[in-house]
């Protein structure tokens, strides 16, 4: 039991130094001809939007809410490359076997 929640230690451990490792990368995309820029932390937070104000215009509606799906698609897709790198590079994922 005691070797069992050690290793539960351990895996949270390891867990929080990942988490810790990715909240410092971050990814930026633009979409829209570079009208709309998103830049995403690796916890999958957004931390900065810019929108040109071209589309903010009321008959641009449609393309500004595109334009902004499509920036946060392609950012979690190139943060999601970016976090199977840097776990690659820390051992990758803990063994969960030894809990069960």
Known sequence: MLNKLKKFKDLRDQAKTIQQALSEESVTVRTANDKVVMTIDGNLKMTALAIDDELLAPEHKEKLQDA??????EAGKKMQRIMAMKMKEMGGMPDLSALG
Request: no cysteine.
């Open 68 to 73: 902004i799906k499509k920036a946060h698609e």
